[in-house]
């Protein structure tokens, strides 16, 4: 290991790497258990694409290791498609986000690759869009999505629009890793760069108008408070909320400058109830109905309504996802346009209740892994269904398909004309939610992180899901598991009957217990951050409104004991 690591050092002090690199490479052997974390491996595709630390090294975001994986992507590229190539390419809020994308229009031009190149930054949605919209081969957004300031990112996007799935992603990372850093062209062909903005803001804020937009006569009483936690979103949510005829937008004045060290916040992620603390405390101060923030590539929303006590809370990703699938299906249902043909997709860790609605309406309920790229790949591999909406717990949500990923862009709008419509007639968000736990069951979820950093953490992470793996716990709590399900074995055990069944999702490294009063625990490492991630879930049944806040309590208690024991 050590003289595998050196070599990979020495080949850094070296050109085509540049003095700067060399300068920061000697200032880091200071630190050898930082030098060995920027180098002991190279940078993967995960869930959210290629992510990491801004930085030297092969296990860092640079220059160098976005040159070799465009200069990879260019080559399989040009053995993949005939003619003229295109790709698209937009960058968000993050640091050296404008510059790393400059870098990446230079290798594609320079191997004979069209560009189109954002002038400032763009959302991941918008960046979908663009590619279906001008008819690109590919795309790529440079972001870490909600990750700490010291993150940036690469997401490859493919002609659909959707992110890489089988089997580009591996044909594209076998060519990446074959591909030699002295091998990089990075001249740029100027010719071929051109720089886009106005004229497709434009076009995709009508097609998420039109998306969006439900029956609704009045939006101009209805008060929002906004929050793009210093990302882009800034550059798109007031705009088509305005257009749509919301007027009393107001904007969190201290989070609306696009700012990569997110000054403001711990974490720009709303999935954090502290990352809205300040949007949440200027809706008290306004009487504002709704609050909504989203992460910094505007990929993942968050949304604030009031509780039983007038109160504003966060609520999580699986409850705004039940009201939204449950009100566009609702809609569908009231225009007579459900005919069997059309289908909800949602993630193995999301909500059962997802999967409940669905058939309660005759609707096809599909299930796939984590990571939106997936319920992307189902709207291409059963294009002969209508596919109506998608969601993930972790705030990523898809109604329609103009755009092929998670998009908080749309949904906010969506989530502003439910809570008009149901303030028209008097109605809580809370109350439609009760409603929904009293029809299909009221399940409540949690998920818990552990970060554990560098080498050593990355193999307690890989001991931890082993040791799951092979001595699963046999309760969860007073209720049997009565099932095992290994993604990355690709086999469902009875554990009562020994029975196993072949699981049809590719392999992944997972694992699902699930018990017999359907509570259930997930574990699987995170895809982009050294993170290992705990998904409960639990379920009661609810017989009334009336009900409600007992058996709330219970189920919170509940999950809480289940945490103590088993992370």
């Not at 590539?297 to 809370?313: E, I, M, P, T």
Request: one cysteine or more; proline letters at 4%; charged letters at 30%.
């Amino acid at each position: 290991m050590k003289k595998k690591l050196e070599s990979k050092i020495r080949e850094w002090l070296e050109p085509p790497f540049d003095k700067s690199t060399h300068l920061a490479i000697s200032k880091l052997r200071e630190n050898s258990e930082v030098l060995e974390d920027a180098f002991y491996k190279d940078l993967e595709f995960g869930t959210g694409g290629m992510r990491g630390i801004m930085g030297v090294g092969t296990n860092r975001i640079n220059q160098y290791t976005l040159g070799k994986s465009t200069q990879g992507l260019s080559d399989y590229l040009k053995k993949k498609f005939k003619g003229e190539i295109k790709t698209v390419i937009a960058y968000d809020c993050r640091k050296n986000s404008k510059s790393l994308a400059r870098k990446v229009a230079d290798v594609f031009s320079a191997n004979g690759i069209k560009v189109f190149l954002y002038s400032d930054l763009r959302s991941t949605p918008q960046l979908s869009f663009t590619v279906r919209h001008l008819k690109a081969n590919c795309g790529i957004v440079l972001t870490a999505s909600h990750n700490p300031p010291e993150y940036n990112g690469y997401k490859v996007y493919w002609e659909d629009g959707g992110q890489i799935v089988p089997p580009q992603d591996q044909e594209i990372i076998r060519q990446i890793e074959k591909t030699k850093f002295d091998k990089i062209l990075s001249k740029p062909n100027d010719s071929l760069i051109e720089i886009i903005g106005d004229e497709l803001d434009k076009a995709f804020i009508d097609a998420s108008l039109k998306l969006g937009l439900l029956e609704i006569d009045l939006r101009s009483n209805f008060k929002i408070v906004f929050t793009s936690l210093h990302g882009t979103s800034i550059t798109a949510v007031p705009q088509v909320l305005k257009n749509a005829g919301y007027n009393n937008v107001n904007i969190v004045a201290a989070q609306a400058k696009p700012d990569g060290n997110f000054p403001t916040v711990k974490s720009p992620n709303p999935e954090d109830p502290e990352a809205l603390k300040l949007a949440i405390e200027e809706a008290e101060k306004l009487n504002a109905d709704i609050v909504i923030g989203t992460d910094p590539d505007s990929d993942r929303l968050g949304v604030a309504v009031r509780d039983l006590d007038n109160k504003f809370y966060l609520l999580n990703g699986n409850q705004t996802m039940v009201v939204m699938t449950y009100y566009l299906l609702e809609n569908w249902k009231k225009k007579n346009n459900l005919n069997g043909k059309q289908f909800i997709a949602s993630t193995i860790v999301s909500s059962p209740m997802i999967k409940k609605i669905a058939l309660s309406y005759g609707v096809k309920y599909m299930e796939t892994l984590t990571g939106f790229k997936w319920i992307g790949k189902m709207i291409n591999d059963f294009s002969q269904n209508h596919f109506i909406a998608g969601g993930e717990e972790s705030y990523g949500f898809l109604f329609g398909d103009f755009v092929r990923d998670k998009d908080a862009i749309a949904s906010s709008l969506l989530i502003c004309e439910i809570f008009n419509e149901l303030k028209e007639k008097n109605k809580s968000f809370l109350s439609i939610l009760t409603d929904c736990y009293i029809k299909y069951g009221f399940y409540s979820e949690k998920l818990v992180t552990k970060k554990l950093d560098g080498l050593n953490g990355r193999k307690k992470i890989e001991l931890i899901i082993d040791n799951f793996r092979k001595n699963p716990p046999k309760k969860i709590g007073n209720s049997d598991v009565l099932f095992k399900e290994d993604y990355l074995s690709g086999e469902k055990l009875n554990l009562k009957t020994k029975k196993t069944e072949k699981i049809k999702l590719p392999k992944s490294n997972l694992i699902i217990l699930k018990c017999e009063d359907e509570t259930s625990l997930c574990i699987r490492p995170s895809g982009t951050e050294p993170k290992i991630k705990y998904y409960f879930s639990v379920n009661s049944s609810l017989k009334s409104s009336d009900h409600y806040i007992k058996i709330k309590s219970d189920l919170d208690s509940k999950l809480n004991q289940l945490i103590k024991e088993l992370v």
